[in-house]
């Protein structure tokens, strides 16, 4: 770098700054310039900061722009225009537990999360008495990916709902299933823990990756257990984030390093799969049947979720400080440099399938 102040110091200085004005909006703008390589929204930045701050305040915010577009660059190996669908608007984030995108931002990993995953998904859905002509509901269901797939296999004599807490998801959702032509899918904006439906009133309840980004994920298998008519069918998919890795071990495992430290945090658990079996029992399921699978891949687009949702998720884990804005550049670098390493063979956070019947 040819500039006086490191990028750790116009992190630094959002903080200090923020004691009078905005700290974690300006600091959160600036994370959001570097991660988008986005120099002009940066200068935009400085140029709300000129309007209101002293000479020396002006001075420093220009120097972190100029920081910021430094490690932009360091950190732009990925397609910028992938960057600038994983950003996250601060004004967007909402005060909930979830630390990744959502809305637009989270389209193009999402899609990448149902390129690993989808394809155990749909063999799951097949095997757990999925049938024509049942009502099912999809919670969590972020961007509807599965919610679409729903829809399909009960075929337009059933229906498929996706409920997510997130307006953002769902205007992403709608607008995925208007362009899919499915006229047999809704979607409603609900809490996973009290959705506000009338109990008894599906056939099938779904979700994936929900129940580990939840303070209260017993209480969401418990409300499943009423939305279900008796008879009804629980599907739950849900990753541990911290078995991910690589074979031999890389920059890939910051993934698993980040998110094992950010979950006490967050008040969650990334590791709620392993006790997902144990959950269902809990919550009313009689005989849960279980199934674990670990996606392994050595190329292709689907290796890069590990970086794409340390990328996405690096908002919460600077907002808990948990590493620099420059560490988080290295990572980001480094994480790049072994996906795109053919001998370097990317462990995907193994999936715990758990199906059970309702009975009563
Ligand atoms: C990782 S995404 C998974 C999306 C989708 N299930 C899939 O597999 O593509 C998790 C989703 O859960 C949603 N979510 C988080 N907390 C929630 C809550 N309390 N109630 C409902 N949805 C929630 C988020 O908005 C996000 O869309």
């Known amino acids: 770098m040819n500039n006086p102040f490191s990028a750790t110091s116009a992190a630094r200085f959002g903080t200090k700054f923020g ?56 950190v732009s190996a ?35 999360l149902d390129q690993v995953y989808g394809p155990g998904t749909r063999t799951l859905l097949q095997h757990c008495g999925l049938q ?21 296999l009960v075929g337009p004599e059933g229906t498929a709902m996706g409920i997510d807490v997130s307006a953002d998801q769902l205007e992403q959702a709608r607008s995925l299933a208007k362009a899919s032509g499915q006229k047999n899918l ?43 008519r008796p008879g009804g069918i629980l599907v739950c998919e ?20 980040l998110f094992g430290q950010l979950a006490p945090i967050r008040g969650v ?21 279980i199934r674990i699978h670990q996606p392994a891949i050595a190329v292709g687009e689907g290796k890069s979720l590990l970086v794409l949702s340390v990328i996405e998720a690096s908002p919460a884990f600077l907002d808990a400080g948990l590493l620099t804005l420059e560490e988080l550049g290295s990572t980001v670098a480094d994480m790049r440099r ?8 990317a462990l995907m956070p193994p999936m715990t399938q758990v199906w059970a019947t309702k009975i009563s």
């Open 19 to 74: 004691r009078d004005v905005k700290a974690r909006t300006i600091n959160n703008k600036l994370i959001e310039a570097v991660l988008t390589s986005c120099e002009p929204r940066a200068k935009q930045l400085v140029e709300q900061v000129d309007s209101g701050g002293s000479q020396v305040s002006r001075h420093r915010a220009h120097t972190s722009v100029a920081n910021a577009a430094v490690l932009a660059r360091q």
């Open 238 to 257: 849900d990753g541990d984030l911290t078995s991910a890795g690589s074979i031999p071990a890389s920059a890939l495992n910051a993934f698993a390093d």
């Open 338 to 345: 072994a996906t795109e390493d053919k001998n370097v063979l």
């Open 78 to 112: 990925l397609p910028v225009d992938n960057l600038s669908k994983m950003v996250v608007d601060p004004a967007d984030s909402k005060p909930t537990e979830y630390a990744l995108a959502t809305g637009q931002a989270a389209v193009h990993r999402l899609r990448i």
């Open 269 to 289: 658990d990334y590791t709620l799969s392993r006790h997902l079996h144990r959950l269902a029992l809990e919550s009313g399921f009689a005989q849960p049947n």
């Open 132 to 152: 024509r002509g049942m009502r099912v509901a999809d919670i969590g269901c972020g961007v509807g990916m599965v919610t679409r797939l729903l829809a399909d």
């Open 186 to 228: 809704s979607f409603f904006q609900g809490d996973a823990v009290d959705t506000g439906l009338p109990h008894g009133s599906f056939d099938l309840v779904y979700c994936r990756f929900l129940l580990l980004h939840l303070r209260q994920p017993t209480a969401a298998l418990r409300q499943m257990y009423s939305l279900l």
